[in-house]
C-alpha cells in the first residue's frame, strides 16, 4: 500500500461544494445537533438531502424547502383563514387529511420531514389531543411515538385502552417545531381550523387534552395546566358538539416529574368514569 505523503495526511483530499455542504450537516447531525435553525424554520433536512444529491460540480444555490413561497407570503390571520376555509370543505376525515398534507400555510412545515396527522382508531369514543410533534414523531410521521408516547401508552393501558384498538390520538400542531420549542400563538391558530374539524368528524365522547398548550389552545384561555387539569371542560366544537374534556398533566411534564403521576392517574380514572355514563350521544 501506498504511504501518505504528510501533504495528504493534513489536507484531506478536496471535495466539491455541494458534498462538503453534506458532509457539514452530517457531522452536525452526528454531534446531535439537529436543528442548525432558529425559531423560524429553514428546511434544514430537505437542504441537507438537497446538497448530498446535487452534481459535484453544481455551484450550491440558496435553497427554500419545503413549503410553498407562499407560505412566506402572507399573513398569520391569512393562513389561518385560508385553514379555516380548506377544513370547512373537507367532509370526511380522508379528505381532511389530505387537506392538512397539501396546506402550505405553517412555516414549520418548511423545516419538517414530516406532517404529522393522526394515529389510532378514527371514530373511537376517546380522542387525546397533545401539543406538537418531537423528533421522533417527525421521524416516524404518527404522534406520540417517543418516550412520553410510551408513557401515553402506558396511561391509557391503565384504563384498559390502546391507541391500536380504542383510541384516537392527534396534536393540535401538524409539524415538528425547531428544537422543540413550544408553537407560536400565530402557529396554533393557523392549525385550529383543522384539529377542530378533525375532531369535529371523529365525534369523540370524551377528549383529552394532553399538556397546557393543547388545552390552552381548544379551549381558548390562557390559563395554565396546572389550574384547568382535574375538571372536566365542556368543549364546544365549530360543527356544534359539545364534548366533555379533560385537561391532563402531559406525559412528557410527568417524565420529568413522577411525583404528578398521582394526579394525572386520577384524572385518568375520571376520563374511564365519565366514558363509562350512559347518555353520551356523540354517534
Ligand atoms: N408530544 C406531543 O404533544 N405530541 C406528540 O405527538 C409527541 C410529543
Known amino acids: 500500500?501506498?504511504?501518505?505523503?504528510?501533504?495528504?495526511?493534513?489536507?484531506?483530499?478536496?471535495?466539491?461544494?455541494?458534498?462538503?455542504?453534506?458532509?457539514?450537516?452530517?457531522?452536525?447531525?452526528?454531534?446531535?445537533?439537529?436543528?442548525?435553525?432558529?425559531?423560524?424554520?429553514?428546511?434544514?433536512?430537505?437542504?441537507?438531502?438537497?446538497?448530498?444529491?446535487?452534481?459535484?460540480?453544481?455551484?450550491?444555490?440558496?435553497?427554500?424547502?419545503?413549503?410553498?413561497?407562499?407560505?412566506?407570503?402572507?399573513?398569520?390571520?391569512?393562513?389561518?383563514?385560508?385553514?379555516?376555509?380548506?377544513?370547512?370543505?373537507?367532509?370526511?376525515?380522508?379528505?381532511?387529511f389530505a387537506a392538512i398534507a397539501a396546506f402550505d400555510g405553517c412555516s414549520l412545515k418548511q423545516g419538517a420531514r414530516n406532517t404529522v396527522i393522526c394515529d389510532g382508531v378514527?371514530?373511537?369514543?376517546?380522542?387525546?389531543?397533545?401539543?406538537?410533534?418531537?423528533?421522533?414523531?417527525?421521524r416516524i410521521g404518527k404522534p406520540f411515538v417517543g418516550r412520553a408516547g410510551k408513557l401515553l401508552d402506558k396511561m391509557l393501558a391503565a384504563i384498559g385502552r390502546a391507541r391500536e384498538t380504542d383510541v384516537f390520538i392527534s396534536n393540535v400542531i401538524f409539524w415538528r417545531p425547531p428544537g422543540n420549542r413550544t408553537p407560536t400563538e400565530a402557529e396554533r391558530a393557523i392549525c385550529l381550523p383543522f384539529i377542530e374539524r378533525l375532531i369535529d368528524l371523529n365525534r369523540p365522547k370524551v377528549l383529552i387534552f394532553a399538556g397546557g398548550v393543547s388545552a390552552k389552545t381548544l379551549l381558548r384561555t390562557e390559563t395554565g395546566i396546572m389550574r384547568l387539569r382535574g375538571a372536566w371542560r365542556d368543549y364546544e366544537t365549530p360543527g356544534g358538539l359539545t364534548i366533555p374534556a379533560m385537561p391532563l398533566y402531559h406525559p412528557a411534564f410527568l417524565l420529568r416529574q413522577p411525583a404528578q403521576k398521582k394526579a394525572a392517574w386520577r384524572d385518568l380514572l375520571a376520563v374511564q368514569a365519565r366514558i363509562g355514563t350512559a347518555g353520551l350521544t356523540n354517534d
Open 1 to 96: 500500500m501506498p504511504h501518505q505523503t504528510e501533504d495528504q495526511e493534513t489536507h484531506p483530499p478536496k471535495r466539491s461544494s455541494s458534498e462538503a455542504l453534506a458532509a457539514y450537516f452530517d457531522w452536525h447531525a452526528l454531534a446531535g445537533v439537529e436543528d442548525l435553525i432558529g425559531p423560524e424554520p429553514t428546511g434544514a433536512y430537505a437542504l441537507s438531502a438537497a446538497a448530498a444529491k446535487a452534481p459535484p460540480k453544481a455551484k450550491p444555490t440558496p435553497q427554500r424547502t419545503g413549503a410553498a413561497p407562499a407560505a412566506a407570503l402572507i399573513t398569520g390571520d391569512e393562513a389561518a383563514q385560508q385553514a379555516a376555509v380548506a377544513a370547512a370543505a373537507c367532509t370526511t376525515t380522508e379528505e381532511l
Open 122 to 138: 378514527p371514530g373511537a369514543d376517546l380522542m387525546v389531543v397533545g401539543e406538537a410533534p418531537g423528533k421522533d414523531e417527525d
